[in-house]
């Protein structure tokens, strides 16, 4: 018989690891921002937890099992700015200039965790190459999809081309991280994607 | 007495040296490249050139030293490109997009290299972050130099602001790198540069 005593039993459990395995994230995401994945060390992400490194590997089995939960964490993030459920449109561009301003005010972390890991990431070798080659591709064809609805409702300037709008997007965003990572005074990343954009609209953002 | 013999023993010398020091800056473009600064070896970079770690530590005594005189050469390699000692104008720009072109087809690793590095030393620990915070900024002042001449000239659309415009080149230049790295048949990255250029000019580049 299950009793209200052995029934919450396994949710206070996995509530418990619930919270741990996200402080584990929480903790690679800092490491793996810093020193980059192939450099930091489940070793030091368990220090930062307090646990032994037998412990953390009960939760990840191992390191790019813990970088998976890391992107997927980031994702999830991602998806609160963006709402990838609605058609694509001006507010797909909308939400990802918003996500930008909340990365840089908000998770700087994150910010570093994707500039170094996008770019390690680029190595066919690098356990995480596949699921970053996956998502430029998802995210170039969803940027796509709006620019051409923005086409198709007149909102594009003329002779811009969907996907390279699309594309540039992108590349901004990314390149934007690493000025603003190395001074970040110096520049307003949301502010100069916007800037990016004004000459390719014929409406305001 | 210096005879012609003698004289020619210490240029075949440093003239072997030099070349010497030339593999090792390549192999060392490759393994940082590949492995990141980080995580690239010595050891490995002294294998690439069938040297012994000692042999290699005579011409640089140490990783930080080597790094540098690879960031060194591939600056070298910029300025056949961009033309530093002339005035900073349209011909600037053109310079940059033909340098885009020329490290894609013919130095890829030098891109590789670019993009796992900078992304790295934007950590203030890397050994290599002062020297990129101090590039970017010339670049940034060069390139703006640029587009305040162009702006003067009435070769920058209405409403362009000429440092965010040489932020934005930047920016895009770093970001179409990593989609370039990540699937090379994807994208020409010059060409997605002048999509990037051509709505901020009023000439043809």
């Not at 700087?108 to 699921?131: F, M, N, R």
């Amino acid at each position: 018989m299950i009793t209200s005593e052995t029934a919450r039993k396994p949710r206070g459990a996995y509530a418990k690891t619930a919270g741990r395995r996200r402080e584990i994230l929480e903790a690679g995401m800092d490491v793996f921002a810093t020193n980059g994945f192939r450099s930091g060390s489940i070793r030091e992400i368990a220090e930062v937890v307090g646990m032994s490194q037998a412990g953390l590997l009960h939760h990840f089995s191992n390191k790019n099992e813990l970088l998976a939960g890391v992107l997927e964490l980031r994702d999830d993030r991602a998806t609160e700015y963006v709402d990838t459920s609605a058609p694509a449109s001006i507010e797909t561009i909308r939400g990802f200039v918003r996500l930008i301003d909340y990365n840089a005010h908000q998770v700087p972390g994150l910010v570093e965790l994707h500039c170094v890991l996008s770019a390690e990431a680029t190595s066919p070798e690098h356990p995480a190459h596949d699921y970053f080659v996956r998502r430029y591709d998802w995210v170039l064809s969803f940027l796509t999809a709006a620019f051409e609805t923005m086409r198709a409702d007149g909102q594009l300037a003329a002779g811009i081309d969907p996907a390279s709008a699309a594309r540039g997007m992108i590349a901004m965003s990314d390149g934007l991280q690493v000025q603003w990572l190395l001074n970040r005074d110096a520049l307003d990343m949301a502010e100069e994607m916007r800037n990016y954009l004004r000459p390719l609209l014929t409406v305001e953002l």
